[in-house]
């Protein structure tokens, strides 16, 4: 067959397959973190302190490092590919959720499994000796089964991503790869927003405070992360069949593999960059709306006002999405008047956003601003990548912005406390540049790893770079939560904490990023791995 007529040749049909995984992942990315605006609320509802809630946050990539679930799924992804894995890690995913979700009901309450998970768990061989144990003595039991599903979700959801990414490779190689990288994270990181403004609207929906209804809303939208997959399984399936391509793997997959990829200096360097910058930002986003509490000064809103009730959630949520919409689009049109048009939309929007974001008077809806930025340059940035290269380049500035605005947080944002309006401002602009930092990431980073690998083992590559990633994923929100509760005795209000020792350490990673950053880039020139050499090959 000719190869000009396959689906992976038609940009729409390619850019569909792009979508299918990006909703997914957006899905995904709304529980991820769909507790994290509501800390406060579970400190009040649940008893969870900052220790439990930094606990269960942890959790969520305990199988994944100890119990080395991502190489497995590595391995998996290699042998079986990449439809059978992801609508494996959709199903995981949602059935982690789950668990999670009945955790934090009001069912739980009271119930035999609570009674269970109150007297057991508290001690776990080995783990607790290795001090690693993701559960202690004390513990809330609601926080013990949540932290075993969120484990589970973890499997899922760092599943998923390694086979997003091969599933982009897969679609994009030889063409726009970082492009599509970056607009696929793009489009997820748009969950991150999402959450933040519809996990406290549900939580509070109808004047009475339900955790569980936030949960809940996640797990809906994982029903459509599998959905999402399974329509992907069907078009990957006919992109084999027109390319004659096996989608198992002719060769067995070997231990030497792993041990092909460990050999690789590059591969140790972009994966330490990564554990180090996603370690910056993951754990963070979990603590920032509490942060944010803690930093900046509100006023009640009164309930009976547009500011106070439902309908302005979604107001700002559709202002939001045509912020998204219009700086996304604008990357893609040719005419300069219908880009700058775009450009001009966007920005008002987002001025418009902030605006009601102020008038809120909530610290969830002003983080909710993160990943706008990012939305609007990450395809810039990918494109970039695709025709010009500096990849490397691009980690040293992104972890150059990670430590400004760390320890902007840590150190100016505490100096407007009592400044209503320039506390906000400052938070605004220090979040969208992280945000901005954020997109530098899978715009350089992760098409980096085909350079550096064998395309036979690019899954156990991902697989291997999740992994590492996730040691620091679990170990940083646990960190946070304890240095929060030791650096802050005697404080119950869960919105008068002090984060700077929190936010210190984060700035620290970014200094050891940036380090790293240099060195990858000597590596790069000595070696000629090509990661500041395009990705588009004429």
């Known amino acids: 067959m000719n190869a000009k007529t396959t689906l992976r040749d ?32 579970m400190a009040e509802t649940r008893g969870w302190d900052s220790t439990a809630f930094g606990t269960m946050q942890g959790a969520e990539t305990f199988l994944n490092v100890f119990v080395f679930f991502l190489i497995f799924a590595g391995i998996i992804l290699d042998k079986m590919g990449v439809r059978f894995t992801a609508v494996l890690s959709g199903a995981v995913m949602l059935i982690g959720a789950i ?63 390694i086979t997003v990414s091969r599933g982009i490779v897969k679609w994009f190689k030889g063409r726009e790869t970082a492009l599509a990288m970056g607009s696929e994270m793009a489009l997820a990181r748009l969950g991150v927003a999402t959450c933040m403004i519809f996990s406290p609207f ?73 554990v180090l910058y996603y370690s910056a930002i993951f754990p963070f986003q979990k603590y920032a709306v509490n942060m944010l509490q803690c930093n900046l000064t509100f006023s009640p809103v009164d309930p009976s006002s547009f500011w106070g009730g439902n309908t302005v959630t979604i107001v700002q949520y559709l202002i939001m999405l045509v912020v998204a919409v219009a700086s ?7 005419g300069k008047s219908l880009k700058y048009g775009l450009l001009a939309t966007a920005i008002v929007a987002l001025v418009v956003y902030c605006y009601m974001g102020y008038m809120r008077q909530s610290a969830e809806t002003v983080f909710a601003v993160f990943p706008l930025l990012a939305v609007g340059i990450t395809p810039i940035l990918g494109n970039y990548v695709d025709h010009k290269g500096k990849a490397a380049s691009m980690l040293v500035l992104g972890s150059l912005l990670l430590v400004f605005c760390h320890l902007t947080f840590a150190f100016i944002l505490p100096a407007f406390k009592g400044n209503a309006v320039g506390g906000v401002v400052v938070a605004y602009l220090t979040i969208l540049v992280l945000g901005a930092s954020f997109s530098l990431v899978p715009a350089a980073l992760w098409p980096s790893v085909p350079k550096l690998v064998d395309s036979k083992i690019i899954g156990s590559a991902y697989a291997l770079i999740f992994w590492i990633q996730n040691i620091g994923l679990w170990l940083f929100p646990l960190l946070i ?37 240099f060195l990858l880039k000597v590596v790069d020139r000595k070696k000629h791995l090509g990661l500041e050499e395009p990705n588009i090959t004429e």
């Not at 997959?229 to 231990?255: N, S």
């Open 202 to 274: 549900f939580a509070k929906l109808g004047g009475s405070v339900d955790v569980s209804r936030s949960v809940a809303f996640g797990v809906v939208l994982l029903c459509i992360a599998l959905i999402m997959f399974i329509v992907y399984f069907f078009m990957d399936r006919k992109l084999d069949a027109q390319t004659g391509e096996a989608e198992e793997k002719d060769d067995p997959f070997k231990v030497s593999d792993i041990g092909q990829i460990l050999r690789s200096g590059g591969f140790w360097l972009v994966a330490l960059l990564c």
């Open 10 to 41: 038609s940009a729409a049909m390619r850019w569909t397959a792009l979508l299918l995984l990006a909703l997914a992942m957006f899905c995904s990315y709304i529980f991820m973190d769909i507790l994290s605006p509501i800390k406060d609320l």
């Open 328 to 334: 996304f689009s604008s990357n893609f049109v040719k």
């Open 481 to 517: 939560g304890k240095v929060l509760d030791k650096t802050n005795p005697g404080v119950t209000d869960p919105t008068q904490f002090n984060y700077t020792a929190p936010l210190v350490m984060l700035a620290c990673l970014g200094v050891a990023a940036l380090l790293l950053g």
């Open 99 to 161: 668990i999670k979700w009945y955790a934090v009901s009001n069912s739980f309450i009271g119930s035999g499994a609570e009674t269970w998970f109150t007297n057991n768990l508290n001690y776990i061989p080995l783990f607790d000796e290795l001090g690693v144990s993701p559960f202690y003595r004390g513990m809330p039991a609601s926080a013990k089964l949540a932290a075993c599903g969120f484990m589970i979700f973890g499997c899922g959801v760092e599943m998923a991503g």
